[in-house]
């Protein structure tokens, strides 16, 4: 059973700027596509940004709209964290936000699961508040 856990959740300004971490009991990612979803106040859990790896240096992501531009997804070169790069926050991105894992081997495809059912080990999720 693969555990993941994300953390660098809290309280930021509008127009700031902060960077969660998801690492994994595992002690690579390599074997799967990581994503990163969001469930604001009332509201549905939803997509935010997944990455897969074909190589050490050919990558793939997937960014839903409404962070594009804003937000990147990224791993380290050992591929033992996931990040979550949050820039330009805004109120409407308070939400809690999960770390997910999908065994599939998406990567040798060029593919980046953006579904829930995709995803295979979650995280407990870490709290995002954006102050206006």
């Known amino acids: 059973q693969v555990q993941v856990a994300e953390s660098g959740g809290g309280l930021v300004q509008a127009g700031g700027s902060l960077r969660l971490s998801c690492a994994s009991s595992e002690r690579t990612f390599s074997n799967y596509a990581m994503g990163w979803f969001r469930q604001p106040p009332g509201k549905e859990r939803e997509f935010v940004a997944a990455?897969?790896?074909?190589?050490?240096?050919?990558?793939?992501?997937n960014y839903a709209d409404f962070v594009k531009g804003r937000f990147t997804i990224s791993g380290d070169n050992a591929w033992n964290t996931v990040y979550l790069r949050m820039n330009n926050v805004k109120p409407e991105d308070t939400a809690v936000y999960y770390c997910a894992a999908a065994q599939d081997d998406y990567g040798r495809v060029g593919a980046v699961p953006s579904m829930e059912n995709q995803y295979h080990y979650w995280g407990q999720g870490t709290q995002v508040t954006v102050s206006s």
């Open positions: 990455i897969s790896r074909r190589s050490a240096r050919l990558f793939y992501t």
